[in-house]
T-cell receptor
């Protein structure tokens, strides 16, 4: 069990460029979550998958954001036409199942700076 | 809409003190409540998970309680150490986690 892995850990991009983050969940975890966190705030929910199905998307996930989880394994989060307000840490998490007893495990996050 | 509040926002204590961090939530229809630790610039580390049917959980010097009817949870840290300095986040779970804004803890020698 290698934990939740995120790549890249840091990304600096110019406004208007597209960026993509990858998340590899803990193997056999069928739930995968994406969160966004800005300085001094708690993580905000973006979206989650159960296997390959995207079950919920937050209003925070504008049309410029898209997430996929092909084959129910790794996931990607793409941000198109980045804006300075997109600067944040993007956190990925996974869990074995939903429900009461299942701990959600987080990765180390991917920092995005839009200049 | 579920809202999670943590008090205090920041706390600075000398080493050795016992301390209590508070978390409140507005909707008691939750699966569980988790407490996390976050070091600066890092991801979240799960500390304790309390299922909705439980009242408390303990791990080492940490004890978390849950009172679902009143929408409150506390995290008790015994004999605090400088290595406990971090931000502590509580989160309530339904199909996803809803987080508070955290308590930033500093324990000084």
């Amino acid at each position: 069990d290698t934990g939740v892995s995120q790549d890249p850990r840091h990304k600096i991009t110019k406004r208007g460029q597209n960026v993509t983050f990858r998340c590899d969940p803990i193997s056999e975890h069928n739930r995968l979550y994406w969160y966004r966190q800005t300085l001094g705030q708690g993580p905000e929910f973006l979206t989650y998958f159960q296997n390959e199905a995207q079950l919920e998307k937050s209003r925070l996930l504008s049309d410029r954001f898209s997430a996929e989880r092909p084959k129910g394994s790794f996931s990607t989060l793409e941000i198109q036409r980045t804006e300075q307000g997109d600067s944040a840490m993007y956190l990925c998490a996974s869990s074995l199942l939903g429900g009461s007893g299942n701990t959600i495990y987080f990765g180390e996050g991917s920092w995005l700076t839009v200049v | 809409k579920q809202e999670v509040t943590q008090i205090p926002a920041a706390l600075s204590v000398p080493e050795g003190e016992n301390l209590v961090l508070n978390c409140s939530f507005t909707d008691s229809a939750i699966y569980n409540l988790q407490w996390f630790r976050q070091d600066p610039g890092k991801g979240l580390t799960s500390l304790l998970l309390i299922q909705s049917s439980q009242r408390e959980q303990t791990s080492g010097r940490l004890n978390a309680s849950l009172d679902k009817s009143s929408g409150r949870s506390t995290l008790y840290i015994a004999a605090s150490q400088p290595g406990d300095s971090a931000t502590y986040l509580c989160a309530v779970a339904t199909d996803k986690l809803i987080f508070g804004t955290g308590t930033r803890l500093q324990v000084f020698p």
